[in-house]
């Protein structure tokens, strides 16, 4: 059983748009946060934007403040990541995550990665 599955990756030019999307397989009650991180080759795993379940307070890492959108459809258990205006420092493995720890602030997922639930990634890749 894989607990979250991202699919929507691809290539696309410098100032193209995607859509990831996250199906979850983790019951609401065990990932009061979701998340979408990526990493580049050689880098640690950053974290981009987080979405509580329960209401869908949104927050985001600076680096993606604007361009990024983080949602959700509690219905289908799936998490969306709309990527606009994207350049080729976009370019990384993209993952969802989710949170099996209470965060008061969805946004301390990126500093406690560790704890993490993560898929296995959605490759992006923007050509200049």
């Known amino acids: 059983q894989v607990d979250l599955a991202e699919s929507g990756g691809g290539s696309v030019e410098n100032g193209g748009s995607l859509r990831l999307s996250c199906v979850v397989s983790?019951?609401?009650?065990?990932?009061?946060?979701m998340g979408w991180f990526r990493q580049r080759p050689g880098d640690a795993r950053e974290g981009l934007a987080y979405?509580?379940?329960?209401?869908?307070?949104?927050s985001y890492a600076d680096s993606v403040k604007g361009r990024f959108t983080i949602s959700q459809d509690n219905a289908k258990n799936t998490v969306y990541l709309q990527m606009d205006s994207l350049t080729p420092e976009d370019t990384a493995m993209y993952y969802c995550?989710?949170?099996?720890?209470?965060?008061?602030?969805?946004?301390?997922?990126?500093?406690?990665?560790?704890?993490?639930?993560y898929g296995q990634g959605t490759q992006v890749t923007v050509s200049s």
């Open positions: 983790i019951p609401r009650s065990r990932r009061e946060c």
């Open positions: 995550a989710a949170a099996p720890v209470h965060y008061s602030d969805c946004l301390l997922m990126g500093s406690n990665r560790m704890v993490n639930f």
């Open positions: 979405i509580r379940t329960d209401g869908g307070v949104t």
